[in-house]
């Protein structure tokens, strides 16, 4: 009926319920006046019938009109609830007790590839996994509670597919019917977008965690929001201790020199929005007080709208590459000294070798026993003045010692124990069985650990104890060709009464001594001595808290190197030894020496004559017993340029090269260069007997 028509009835209606109850009214009142007229009264009864009639009918239809009208509201309220229910971006799920799906809207069908007709009357265990076969306690659980809180679970798609879903459930009650309303959500794409957070999260707290510097980060009032590992082993901290405080309260950092406290790095970063670097010799300072000098940097963090966030710090220890600069600048200092050293102690070793002899040949052509006493204790200072020199050539520029491979824990402990007997300072080993072996010269090693032995002693005049430790170490060298490379690293700590700060840093300069009868060589020698065994060597020392020395010694990677030890075995008839040398009394000398011992000397001035001499017995058929050869003559050629041409004619026989400038690498590994072995200038008739019995069988 359109609205019209409705509102006209209802007039019409209105109109009988007034008149007919004016009606009702006005025969009542007739009747009482006409009571006198039966026939009007029966008259007007009957009216008042048919107006009662009419007047019930007209209430009726009006009770009845608003009756419909409620109902077509709810219908309409009804429908409209449906229709918001149906198209709602919720999903929503009404199961029955038993987990008998009742209704599903279309949102929650469309989530699962399904239509709502094959979804209803199905068990929810057939879509949902997680909750479905528990979904008796479910209900139970959210009747008591009336609702529940929000819970993941997955559901399994109409394709197989498993999605993750968000839900919430309440409980309803509609008569005797009772059900539980889900409210569900997609999360499968917010799960992905945690889990590749997560991920990112995690790689970059493995990243951290890899990154060989220390990475502190700050939020924007400068408290530690995060730190990886290094920077906890550097500050001495735990990240979960550290996070929230203030930065300068974890990364105390002061100046090497003045020991005044830097200025926060955050503040500089933050202020000024631009990365800063520390000062130059920057020193960390641990939570335990140990302290470490660092090279670091600040960046800012922004995000993607360059809008500032906090403050990254990166730093490192350079402790360990600020020594090797030292050592490095040490070794320099050294240059100039060699150069001069070499020369002087070459020329040197001539004449005491000259010294030697004559002293060795005046022994044995002499018969009073006063005499060779004087000769000997000559010979005593004569050995002193060598010593002295071969220090001065162990630092000289070109030279190598003399290495092989051995072990290091055997050596150490009986050169140790041979220094320490008769003092009182005892020590004290710590050196693994599985130390790698060493590859280095005996002597002069010997001789480094001498040095550093004797100044312990004369750091705990009251005795004490020297600790004795050896470890394998790995380090990386630095330079283009940056490799990694194993050392062994040899440490000697006494508790003396350590080396003051402003002498530290001298104490491997030449000349350099605090004490007034040493020459200042011993620890510059030993410093030479590693650094041409491939090493390098530093010291921590604290006044009053001792010194400890480490030694970092190449390990022996290769087949062991055996000085040339050749034995001729064409036993030789002919005794004639070549003698070339540009010195007169070094010839004397040798000449002297080789009759001593059953052979003669053929003298020769330098190379060419010795080479023509020798070229000239092979043409006529005769052979030498051996040769001696200077390394080098000024202004002709030595031993070293006429070798290869006698080793071409001759590969067996025995040849010895001699120099004073024994540290030149001919010295060091004679065989290398062709020569049977060699002898350093000045040596004494036992030395000097000793290769020829070595060398020279028969």
């Given at each position: 009926m359109k609205p019209s028509m409705k509102k006209t009835a209802e007039s019409i209606t209105a109109v009988y319920v007034i008149v007919g109850s004016i009606w009702i009214l006005l025969s009542d009142l007739a009747v009482e006046s006409l009571l006198q007229e039966p026939a009007l009264v029966t008259r007007f009864q009957t009216y008042k019938g048919f107006a009662f009639i009419l007047f019930t009918a007209a209430?009726?239809?009006?009770?009845?009109?608003?009756?419909?009208?409620?109902?077509?509201?709810?219908?309409?309220?009804?429908?409209?609830?449906?229709?918001?229910?149906?198209?709602?971006?919720?999903?929503?799920?009404?199961?029955?007790?038993?987990?008998?799906?009742?209704?599903?809207?279309?949102?929650?069908?469309?989530?699962?590839?399904?239509?709502?007709?094959?979804?209803?009357?199905?068990?929810?265990?057939?879509?949902?996994?997680?909750?479905?076969?528990?979904?008796?306690?479910?209900?139970?659980?959210?009747?008591?509670?009336?609702?529940?809180?929000?819970?993941?679970?997955?559901?399994?798609?109409?394709?197989?597919?498993?999605?993750?879903?968000?839900?919430?459930?309440?409980?309803?009650?509609?008569?005797?019917?009772?059900?539980?309303?889900?409210?569900?959500?997609d999360i499968t794409r917010r799960k992905e977008y945690e889990e590749a957070l997560i991920s990112e999260k995690e790689s970059l707290a493995v990243t951290l965690r890899s990154i060989g510097d220390g990475v502190v980060t700050t939020d924007m009032r400068g408290n530690v929001t995060t730190m990886n590992p290094?920077?906890?082993?550097?500050?001495?901290?735990?990240?979960?201790?550290?996070?929230?405080?203030?930065?300068?309260?974890?990364?105390?950092?002061?100046?090497?020199?003045?020991?005044?406290?830097?200025?926060?790095?955050v503040e500089n970063v933050i202020r000024s929005g631009q990365i800063q670097s520390l000062c130059e010799n920057t020193?960390?300072?641990?939570?335990?007080?140990?302290?470490?000098?660092?090279?670091?940097?600040?960046?800012?963090?922004?995000?993607?709208?360059?809008?500032?966030?906090?403050?990254?710090?990166?730093?490192?220890?350079?402790?360990?590459?600020?020594?090797?600069?030292?050592?490095?600048?040490?070794?320099?200092?050294?240059?100039?000294?060699?150069?001069?050293?070499?020369?002087?102690?070459?020329?040197?070793?001539?004449?005491?070798?000259?010294?030697?002899?004559?002293?060795?040949?005046?022994?044995?052509?002499?018969?009073d026993p006063n005499v060779t006493d004087l000769l000997d204790r000559a010979l005593d200072t004569i050995e002193k003045a060598r010593s002295l020199t071969r220090q001065l050539l162990t630092f000289a520029k070109g030279g190598d010692p003399v290495k092989k491979e051995q072990p290091l824990k055997v050596f150490v402990q009986e050169t140790i124990k041979f220094l320490l007997s008769g003092t009182n300072v005892s020590w004290q080993f710590d050196i693994p069985e599985d130390i790698r072996p060493g590859f280095f010269d005996e002597n002069q090693i010997r001789q480094v650990i001498e040095n550093i032995v004797s100044n312990a002693c004369q750091a705990m005049p009251d005795g004490g104890i020297l600790e004795i430790s050896a470890e394998n170490t790995l380090i990386r060298n630095e330079g283009p060709a940056a490799a990694e490379k194993n050392y062994i690293k040899l440490s000697i700590k006494d508790n003396g009464v350590g080396i003051p700060r402003e002498i530290l840093?001298?104490?491997?300069?030449?000349?350099?001594?605090?004490?007034?009868?040493?020459?200042g060589l011993g620890l510059t020698t030993c410093f030479s001595i590693i650094k041409r065994h491939g090493g390098f060597m530093d010291v921590i020392s604290e006044p009053d808290d001792g010194s400890e020395f480490h030694i970092y010694l190449p390990a022996a990677d290769m087949p062991e190197a055996i000085a040339g030890e050749q034995a001729d075995a064409d036993f030789r008839t002919d005794n004639r030894i070549l003698l070339m040398d540009d010195e007169e009394v070094v010839r004397e000398i040798m000449a002297e020496m080789i009759g001593s011992v059953g052979f003669s000397a053929i003298c020769k001035t330098n190379g060419e004559e010795a080479l023509t001499f020798f070229l000239e017995e092979i043409r006529a058929g005769r052979s030498l017993a051996g040769m001696i050869l200077d390394l080098t003559v000024p202004g002709g050629k030595g031993g070293i340029e006429i070798i290869d041409e006698i080793r071409r004619h001759d590969p067996a026989i025995p040849v010895f090269v001699v120099s004073g400038y024994s540290g030149d690498p001919v010295m060091a590994r004679p065989e290398e260069y062709g020569f049977t072995t060699s002898l350093k200038k000045p040596f004494q008739m036992r030395e000097f007997k000793e290769i020829f019995e070595r060398h020279m069988p028969g």
């Open positions: 209430i009726l239809y009006m009770v009845l009109r608003r009756r419909l009208a409620a109902v077509e509201n709810a219908q309409k309220h009804l429908e409209q609830f449906r229709y918001i229910v149906e198209h709602a971006g919720q999903e929503i799920y009404w199961v029955e007790k038993t987990g008998k799906i009742a209704y599903v809207n279309r949102a929650a069908a469309n989530s699962l590839g399904y239509t709502a007709a094959e979804m209803v009357q199905r068990n929810i265990s057939d879509f949902d996994p997680v909750y479905g076969p528990f979904f008796a306690e479910h209900f139970e659980k959210v009747k008591k509670e009336k609702i529940a809180a929000p819970f993941e679970t997955t559901h399994i798609v109409k394709d197989g597919r498993t999605i993750a879903k968000e839900m919430r459930s309440v409980y309803l009650s509609m008569g005797k019917e009772e059900l539980i309303c889900g409210f569900g959500s290094v920077a906890e082993a550097l500050t001495g901290w735990s990240e979960e201790d550290a996070r929230g405080k203030p930065v300068t309260e974890i990364f105390v950092i002061a100046e090497e020199a003045s020991g005044e406290t830097c200025p926060n790095p020193i960390l300072t641990a939570r335990d007080s140990t302290e470490y000098l660092i090279a670091d940097s600040g960046a800012p963090i922004t995000d993607k709208n360059n809008q500032m966030l906090g403050v990254v710090l990166v730093f490192r220890d350079i402790t360990e590459k600020h020594r090797l600069i030292e050592a490095a600048q040490n070794a320099e200092k050294l240059e100039s000294l060699g150069l001069l050293a070499g020369g002087i102690a070459h020329d040197f070793n001539n004449l005491l070798g000259g010294i030697f002899g004559y002293i060795e040949l005046g022994k044995l052509k002499n018969t840093p001298h104490i491997f300069d030449p000349y350099y001594t605090t004490r007034a009868k040493a020459h």
